[in-house]
């Protein structure tokens, strides 16, 4: 795969751009903008992205906070390849994969600036509370939620911990494809997206 010259400073790379396999889950470019918007990246920073998948997310971060670094979070093997085959396309010097189960693999990375949570893989109360754990102090906390039962726990997680600028938005994206002479509209999953900031130091 060769190396792809990226001159943008934008996030929101086109999906076929990303190295992909239909047996992993990538976060599609219209998510990504808005998920990267929720997280208020800035240069330096250290970013978590647990449930990495396909890498797209922890690419798009590594790009904005240029000297930071971005720890990838992935269970699966195959999903590690292509976090690493991504992350070299685009040149990438500042990502660090970390392979194992999330939280356990967390508590071992410096304390975050921002996390974002992709999947879960069943340990969602765990990441939680271990997110809330390694999360600075003011940092933000970003999940994207495709069930609709991880969406609201993710809500009652961040409203319990006292976060603020709490917000939640439900995302439901089609683009156009031709059929034929004309286009139609093909949807994609809806996408509910939740994030806080955790609450400074007293």
């Not at 992909?20 to 929720?38: D, F, H, V, Y």
């Not at 999947?119 to 933000?140: C, F, R, V």
Request: proline share 7%.
């Amino acid at each position: 795969m060769s190396k792809l010259e990226w001159p943008y400073t934008t996030p929101g790379i086109p999906d076929h751009l990303f190295k992909q396999s239909n047996a992993i889950p990538m976060t599609k470019q219209e998510i990504r903008l808005i998920a990267i918007g929720k997280m208020k990246l800035f240069p330096g920073a250290v970013v978590y992205d647990v449930g990495a998948g396909s890498g797209s997310v922890t690419v798009e971060c590594a790009l904005q906070i240029k000297n930071g670094t971005v720890y990838a979070l992935e269970k699966d093997s195959s999903a590690d390849e292509l976090v690493e085959a991504n992350a070299r396309r685009f040149g990438l010097t500042n990502v660090r994969l970390v392979p194992g189960f999330a939280p356990d693999t967390m508590e071992k990375l410096p304390p975050a600036d921002r996390i974002f949570i992709g999947g879960s893989a069943g340990a969602l109360s765990e990441i939680l509370e271990t997110s809330h754990h390694k999360l600075k102090p003011d940092g933000w906390l970003v999940a994207s939620a495709i069930t609709l039962e991880t969406g609201p726990r993710v809500l009652q997680f961040l409203e319990d911990k006292g976060y603020q600028q709490i917000e939640a938005v439900n995302i439901s994206v089609a683009r156009a494809r031709q059929v034929a002479r004309s286009h139609m509209w093909q949807g994609m999953n809806p996408v509910m997206i939740v994030s806080g900031q955790k609450p400074g130091k007293p």
